[in-house]
């Protein structure tokens, strides 16, 4: 007979070897494989840095331990999303005889590759976070620059900038004394009724049809569905809707990611206090505003979310265009801009009002939220627990308002982007509760310090349209922050202080840290003394919400 060979090609199945073959070799006579190869290799890429992190960890905290650190300050200090206190507890004290899995809260390929492709298709291209921004040092290759004016520029820096990212001030009948005993109870019912945290989702649940009646409604939206009272909607900044919404501006991205974040406080600087009314600089309007020493108040602090941020990101990219159409001349390579009458304009406009309207809801929905807290916990214990609103006003955002220029009245578009209004007496926009005395201006600290409330002056119109600060700028990027400080370090400092701390992530935590942060208090001397705004009132936190 005829004797017959077979040969059997073997593959190694191990990460290492599959990485390679899908990523040089492939499946190129097959388009769906080719794509489904391409995300394999960076799932296999993904699941081996958290191995790495994990092995790292483990000898990281075995280190820490036989140095004599204690147990509960390694699981403070090392414990993230992706390793819990088990998998710590384990390599103290059960020993490692192989290298550590992912876990199983890791995702599977088929949940991976739905989460990581979303929006891209079969292209083959997968999303991912950038690792860290850091200054190169005596680096003498070429870089190839890609510059917001180059087609193929197509980075946004997170945070960029949300559309109305703002503040808002509720106040109490409580006195510091009053929710001392229940301070610790109060601030695990807050974070659990304001969600918080990157892609944190909200407390409201809507469909896409009501989502862009949301937008065009602002917080009569809220307040038809019982999420809001008349008060709070007067004692909001345009009570609480900017005219011009059009949601049909607005993409299917940005949509898609507005839709579960309604009521939810996010990350970043964003953040819910408790705080206590220090300090009354000025009694007649303090009094106006609801305000007394020792007085308990709560501020919430966030914006538009996913929403804002997507809005922002589809238009850098479409204005790009605009400015090389219009022949605009720019200050900084980085910024984009169109005419405000132009197709382009009032497209951007259109949408910039619904995130501006969507961050008003939000931040009501929260608000309501904060209520039931207050009463989840101190029913029973205190005479009245309910919370009203002072005021809540924006900071990022463009509106149109009239004001005079040379003698005559001029209707302006004005942009306040880290900056807040500071209306004087008088003007009509102000509610009719403080018209008197002018607009409250809410203008936080960094986590840990004071926060003040201040009040428009007739100054502010004169010199700067309205307009004062917002806050205390960073003087640390969130990546220094990080290296320099640890966040469980910085969570036991607060609290040392008497501030109850609540953050989703001591990463997170350390990039807020105050010392990545301005003076507050200098900046608001120098605002007082410019007289765009007075001092009203100071607030010290009791405790802090973080995302």
């Not at 190129?28 to 092995?55: M, S």
């Not at 900017?242 to 406080?265: F, H, M, N, T, Y």
């Not at 996010?266 to 007649?284: R, S």
């Not at 406009?349 to 809801?361: D, I, K, L, P, S």
């Amino acid at each position: 007979g005829v004797r017959s060979v077979r040969l059997r090609l073997s593959i190694s199945s191990t990460p290492a070897n599959l990485i390679r073959l899908w990523s040089r070799v492939n499946f190129e006579y097959n388009r769906q494989r080719r794509q489904a190869a391409l995300v394999a290799v960076q799932y296999l890429k993904e699941k081996q840095r958290v191995v790495a992190e994990r092995e790292w960890v483990a000898a990281t905290a075995a280190a820490m331990h036989t140095a004599g650190v204690a147990p509960a300050r390694i699981y403070a200090e090392l414990t993230t999303d992706r390793i819990n206190r088990r998998f710590i507890e384990r390599s103290l004290y059960g020993g490692r005889a192989t290298s550590p899995r992912v876990g199983a809260s890791y995702p599977d390929f088929d949940t991976y590759r739905v989460q990581a492709t979303d929006g891209l298709g079969e292209s083959g291209m997968v999303w991912t976070r950038v690792a860290a921004v850091e200054p190169v040092e005596s680096f003498e290759g070429e870089v190839y620059d890609f510059t917001v004016a180059h087609p193929d520029h197509n980075f946004v820096a997170n945070g960029f900038v949300v559309s109305n990212c703002g503040v808002r001030l509720l106040g109490t009948y409580l006195e510091q004394e009053e929710i001392a005993p229940y301070l610790q109870d109060l601030t695990a019912a807050l974070y659990r009724a304001c969600p918080s945290g990157v892609g944190g989702k909200g407390r409201v649940r809507v469909s896409g049809r009501e989502l862009d009646e949301l937008v065009v409604e602002g917080a009569r939206w809220a307040l038809k569905r019982g999420l809001a009272r008349p008060e709070d909607v007067a004692h909001t900044e345009e009570e609480g809707c900017l005219p011009g919404a059009d949601p049909s501006k607005v993409s299917p991205r940005a949509k898609e990611r507005g839709r579960p974040q309604v009521g939810s406080l996010g990350a970043g600087n964003h953040f819910l206090e408790i705080d206590v009314v220090e300090e009354i600089y000025d009694p007649e309007v303090a009094d106006a505003f609801g305000l007394r020493e020792n007085q308990v108040v709560v501020q919430i602090h966030c914006g538009s979310r996913g929403y804002g941020h997507q809005i922002c990101d589809d238009y850098v990219k479409s204005l790009q265009g605009a400015v090389r159409k219009y022949g605009l001349s720019l200050p900084d390579r980085e910024l984009v801009c169109a005419p405000i009458d132009s197709p382009e304009g009032r497209a951007y406009y259109g949408a910039m009002a619904c995130a501006v309207n969507y961050a008003f809801v939000n931040r009501q929905v929260l608000a309501m939220g904060v209520r039931e807290a207050f009463e989840q916990v101190l029913a029973g214990k205190v005479a009245d627990f309910d919370l009203y609103q002072v005021y809540d006003v924006a900071h990022n955002i463009a509106k149109f308002e009239m004001h005079e220029v040379e003698g005559k009245q001029m209707r302006l578009c004005v942009h306040r982007k880290g900056a807040t209004r500071a209306f004087g007496p008088g003007r009509p926009e102000v509610p009719e509760a403080y018209r008197e005395v002018g607009q409250p201006v809410l203008v936080p600290g960094s986590m840990g310090t004071a926060s003040y409330v201040l009040v428009g002056t007739q100054k502010a119109l004169d010199l700067s349209w309205g307009s004062t600060c917002h806050g205390a700028g960073r003087v640390m990027s969130r990546h220094k922050a990080r290296k320099k400080i640890w966040g469980a370090d910085l969570r036991q400092e607060l609290e040392a202080q008497g501030i109850v701390v609540r953050a989703g992530s001591m990463k997170g935590l350390a990039e807020e840290a105050p010392a990545a942060y301005k003076d507050v208090s200098r900046v608001v001397e120098v605002v007082h003394g410019a007289g765009l705004a007075r001092k009203v009132a100071r607030l010290r936190p009791l405790a802090v919400i973080k995302g």
